[in-house]
């Protein structure tokens, strides 16, 4: 490419290189301004550095989207059992404190290095098949780390100063990529031929009868008070006809669901890879946003008045408000102040629509996004209520491991400040296998096959991503 992006993140290395006292440990992270360009499609273009992580936010009324990109990486830091987030936050705090920036004048502005990653729903000593190569909770810092926003872009690059050596001829070969990956994914969005699964692609599953009777096990549980709501997930696994390119899936998927936050984290040869409505939570210094969204409507024909009915269901209404204080009576103690609507609006997807009911605060101290996600996670849109009971009420009756579907997946950077989504409307994909999940949360009135099928709605995303529907 001709922008030069390259010779100029290379120069911008070897004077960082000279300048710095080149303590062994230490990272050299430099930066230079890039092309802004679609974060999935350049995912899409640039095959060669692996493993990739995006996250990309949508853009809400108040705030600029915000775009992530990670190839490679410089490290990860994982964590498992109850303390899975705690052990993540003193790893990377020591690797922030060993990262020396160098910022030309024409990058001052540029947001940080960052992490990028997830966490599963629930902690296990194992996690079984397909989701093995999925720790308890596992973030990268990545070797290249591309950040979009306010129409501006920029590139980082991180090396360890003792590598910087024997690294450079892998560098130069994969900025070589990646330079040709910002023109391919400036073109105007082409639809590959080759990006589904291909004709006769089968998909096996939790059937319609097995999912109802999951579902009336959750309603005997509620009418014997054991608990108020419970979120069952089923999984479905699509055997394609052809190989599967994840890349492009993600792509497809976030060019149809531009109103989402997209997201993929790539661990061994599965991506973990989708578009989110719901936000966990949001934190830029002491201000946060989060989204109690719950409550779903299949979108079709007379859709107003479904949107109507939804915001007069009773029923529906009763599972948004589990969702609504809960959050509340979470980050109620952590905030100064807390608005939390009254009642729920439409948030409106092509698929669904839901309840959505956006919720901001200011916190009383710097509390540490994962802090957060911790004492949120797993909300009662994923989950149930009171939330043990309903997790333990999943542990003991979904057939299927859903690994880090309906966990979280977001970013942190150095200050604590971070974004994280529900990770839902998602799909664990590899070359030969993908693996769709959907919930619905039960409480008291939910019919069996309204409920199925409201997860078939829900799994549009991911079938149109791979060329099923
Ligand atoms: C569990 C899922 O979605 C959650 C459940 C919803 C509901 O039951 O109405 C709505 C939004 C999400 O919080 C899913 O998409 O798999």
New binding site residues.
Partial sequence: MSSGLGTDLLARLSRATRRGAGSAGEIVAVVAPAPVVPAARLVAACASATPIVLFQAPPRDDEEPLGIVGFGEIARVEGSGPERLVQVTSAARKLFASLREERDADAGSAPGPRFVGGLSFRTEAHHEPPWTSFADASFSLPRWIYVARAGEAWLWLLVREEDLASERSSIEAELASIEAAFVAAAQPAQDAPSHGAGEGAKIEGTSREAFCSLVREALDAIRAGEIDKV?P?AASRVCPTRSLDARAVLARIADAYAETTRFAVQRGERVFLGAS??RLISRRGRVLSTDG????VRRGEGDASLVRALLASPKERR?HAL?VESIASVLGPRCASLDVPETPTIRSLPNVH?LWTPIRGALHDDTHVLALVEALHPTP??SGTPRDRATAWIAAHEPDARGWY?GAVGWFDAAGDGDFA?A??AGLVSEDEAWL?????IVEGSDPPAEYA??RA?QAPMLVALGIV
């Fill in positions: 979120v997930v409505p719901e969204l719950a409550g779903t599972e969702v839901h849109a994923v309906t529900v839902i409307r999940y959907a919930g619905a949360g409201e997860t829900k």
